[in-house]
């Protein structure tokens, strides 16, 4: 009994090797073509970036293109200019001398030293066209009476030698100025004195006050300077005095 069923056990065995075998196959089969559709998909991502990649450089191309045209027609209007016929007929332009007069009217700078031939002193001046009557620096201002009229007596310091020079002027008028505190206004006598500024030389008014917050003995104004100077504050010293050969006599007449 059992020889004769071993046949058929052998054919068993055979058939369901042959089922187990058809099973395997399709899932083989699955899984290849998954890997081959992820090696389709990396290759069509690779064609597309080929391709933005491609469109990218074409863009650049352009540009470089136009850029190349821009740099022929500038070239090309460079050289017409470059080759335009030049006037021959203007002279050349020459540095100019520095100006020491300006119409006629003398250049000061900001400070200048002027010559008072009635004391013999030269004193150095700021030059201040905001201010109408120029200004000396006076100590020992005295107003008195001669022969009915008003005079004032006051004194000059050297600069040189520190020495006071005494002068004796009329009493041309009194000048008022407002005190710093806004008080009652102060006032200054005013005298002529003659000065000489640059080339100039004329009779001026002064007025007499104590100068000693300030840097310098003298201010000139207005009064000296309209019509006869002009004034550049960038420069100083720039019109020496020239003492004339006429001087002037203690009262300041010429003599």
């Known amino acids: 009994m059992i020889i004769r069923n071993i046949p058929v056990?052998?054919?068993?065995?055979?058939?369901?090797?042959?089922?187990?075998?058809?099973?395997?196959?399709?899932?083989?089969?699955?899984?290849?073509?998954?890997?081959?559709?992820?090696?389709?998909?990396?290759?069509?991502?690779?064609?597309?970036?080929?391709?933005?990649?491609?469109?990218?450089?074409?863009?650049?191309?352009?540009?470089?293109?136009?850029?190349?045209?821009?740099?022929?027609?500038?070239?090309?209007?460079?050289?017409?200019?470059?080759?335009?016929?030049?006037?021959?007929?203007?002279?050349?332009?020459?540095?100019?001398?520095?100006?020491?007069?300006?119409?006629?009217?003398?250049?000061v700078g900001g400070l200048e030293k002027v010559w008072f031939p009635d004391m013999g002193l030269a004193l150095t001046a700021r030059v201040d066209t905001g201010v109408a009557t120029a200004s000396i620096d006076a100590h020992e201002i005295e107003q008195f009476e001669r022969d009915g009229k008003p005079w004032v007596r006051f004194?000059?310091?050297?600069?040189?030698?520190?020495?006071?020079?005494?002068?004796?002027r009329r009493l041309v008028r009194t000048l008022g100025v407002q005190s710093s505190g806004g008080g009652e206004a102060i006032r200054r006598p005013v005298v002529k004195l003659a000065v000489v500024v640059g080339q100039n030389e004329q009779t001026a008014e002064f007025s007499l006050s104590s100068r000693t917050h300030t840097s310098y003995q003298l201010t000139?104004?207005?009064?000296?300077?309209?019509?006869?100077?002009?004034?550049?504050v960038s420069k100083k010293n720039v019109a020496p005095y020239?003492?004339?050969?006429?001087t002037s006599d203690r009262s300041g007449e010429s003599k």
């Open 9 to 107: 056990f052998i054919m068993v065995i055979g058939l369901l090797s042959l089922l187990g075998g058809c099973v395997a196959q399709p899932q083989q089969e699955q899984k290849q073509d998954t890997r081959l559709d992820k090696v389709v998909s990396q290759l069509d991502q690779s064609l597309a970036n080929q391709a933005s990649a491609k469109a990218l450089l074409q863009a650049q191309q352009q540009q470089l293109e136009e850029q190349e045209q821009n740099l022929v027609a500038l070239s090309a209007s460079l050289g017409k200019v470059l080759k335009a016929p030049t006037v021959q007929d203007c002279p050349k332009v020459k540095a100019c001398p520095p100006v020491s007069e300006v119409s006629n009217k003398t250049v």
């Open 155 to 168: 004194s000059i310091k050297s600069p040189e030698t520190g020495e006071s020079e005494t002068l004796e």
């Open 220 to 232: 000139i104004g207005r009064s000296i300077l309209r019509d006869v100077m002009v004034v550049d």
């Open 242 to 246: 020239v003492i004339p050969e006429q």
